[in-house]
């Protein structure tokens, strides 16, 4: 991490001025952030940056592979799998980890990926604040392949919106203005104009979808920015039997299509290589269990939110899997607290996020996301007593 911009700010940093950036950061907002903002932004040095682009490129690469839908047919539930997928996924998120290799150099270890949207308007929300509240210089920026504020949510546009009008894309959530991520959905509507709607707000007349306006009238869904995860309605079988079920063919597009969170997530790690990616295989092909077990963590494929992970392997763990081909298990990323808060060090995920609008040959890598723990995961269950935690983001010479 950039040492002379992390004394800069530590030097500057003052508790008033950060109360004072949350009020700043939620004034105006439809719905108050409901998961902690972190006291400082990420600030990355040219050689971590360019690690991170190369790590993502490789990853890209084994996303474009013409037999990439071959190869993760099996990712997708049955129960789950919707109807008229399209040819790839519209976003795709990279989660890195900030560690240490044998050598003592800093680098990033792949932790998971999804092909499913993330923060796209809240972090450009958060990073406006950042720069204006701790007077971040102008030679840095959040944005990667030279994009600024305006070429970036023309990007965003362009993807989510595509060839229609802003009021026929709806956000879509299960329930949309009560998730964590609403703060994200307002914004969005904010800058580029798509209605935050809930499952049970979607209408069905035939194979086309509709919402009522503001005036009552019935509006048609040409395309829906989907936000909803399967995974959070695993407890609910009935759900559809309630709402519009969305994995029957219909007259829509999906931005991105939720098959695509599936094909794009642990499933695809065995298929990885490279030296930024930790060594993964499915549980049932592992061939001979390691003896330093210690090392390796296991996953489920199917599960949210590092719900099921068993960190530390103990002796039956394994044999306790009924289904291992729904498991991986995967060497160990140990976290660097590479971050020098004001009491310590403090560990970095970082997240890349791309943009991958019809039309273009490959995604873009536009913006990023981080998050700071000093617990024993990332996330806000493993660090709800510390302060120089949370939601971030990470700026980078221009």
């Known amino acids: ?56 490129e490789e990853i890209v690469a084994t996303i474009l592979k013409p037999d990439f839908k071959e190869l993760s047919e099996r990712a997708i539930p049955e ?52 720069r204006h509240a701790f007077n971040i210089p102008g030679n840095q920026t959040i944005f990667f392949n030279g994009l600024s504020k305006s070429s970036y949510l023309e990007l965003l546009r362009k993807t989510i919106i595509g060839p229609y009008e802003p009021d026929e894309v709806v956000l879509m959530d299960i329930d949309a203005p009560n998730q964590k991520t609403a703060v994200d959905f307002y914004i969005t509507e904010g800058y580029i104009g798509t209605p935050v709607v809930s499952l049970a707000d979607l209408i069905q007349e035939g194979n086309q979808l509709f919402y009522k306006i503001a005036s009552g009238e019935k509006k048609r869904i040409r395309r829906i920015y989907n936000r ?46 490279g030296e930024y990616i930790p060594k993964t295989q499915f549980l049932h092909e592992v061939k001979q269990i390691p003896q330093n077990l210690q090392n390796y963590v296991l996953k489920p494929l199917f599960s949210f939110a590092g719900q099921g992970v068993i960190i530390d392997i103990k002796d039956g763990d394994i044999d306790k899997i009924k289904d291992p081909k729904n ?48 617990g024993k995961m990332i996330g806000v269950r493993y660090n709800k007593d510390f302060d120089w935690v949370g939601a971030t983001v990470a700026f980078m010479h221009k």
């Open 228 to 273: 909803l995860i399967f995974d959070e309605i695993e407890s609910k079988p009935n759900i559809f039997n309630k709402a519009v079920d969305i994995r029957q063919p219909l007259d829509v597009e999906w931005i991105a299509h939720p098959n695509w969170f599936y094909r794009i997530s642990k499933f695809t790690m065995p298929f990885l290589e």
């Open 1 to 56: 991490m950039n040492p002379s911009a992390r004394e800069t700010f530590n030097q500057n940093f003052s508790e008033e001025e950060y109360a004072d950036f949350l009020v700043d950061l939620n004034a105006g907002l439809k719905k108050p952030i409901k998961f902690r903002i972190a006291e400082t932004p990420v600030f990355l040095t040219d050689d971590f940056r360019d690690k991170l682009l190369q790590a993502g």
């Open 79 to 130: 129960k789950w799998r919707v109807a008229n997928e399209n040819g790839h996924s519209h976003f795709i998120a990279l989660d890195f980890g900030v560690c240490k290799d044998d050598a003592g150099n800093i680098v990033p270890k792949l932790i998971e990926m999804q092909g499913f949207p993330s923060l796209y308007g809240f972090q450009l929300h958060l990073a406006e604040n950042y």
């Open 327 to 374: 498991w991986i298990l995967q060497e160990k990323v140990i976290y660097e607290p590479v971050l020098q808060s004001p009491d310590g060090g403090v560990k970095i995920e970082i997240r890349l996020l791309y943009l991958w609008p019809d039309g273009d040959a490959k995604p873009t890598l536009a913006i990023n996301l981080a998050r700071l723990s000093r």
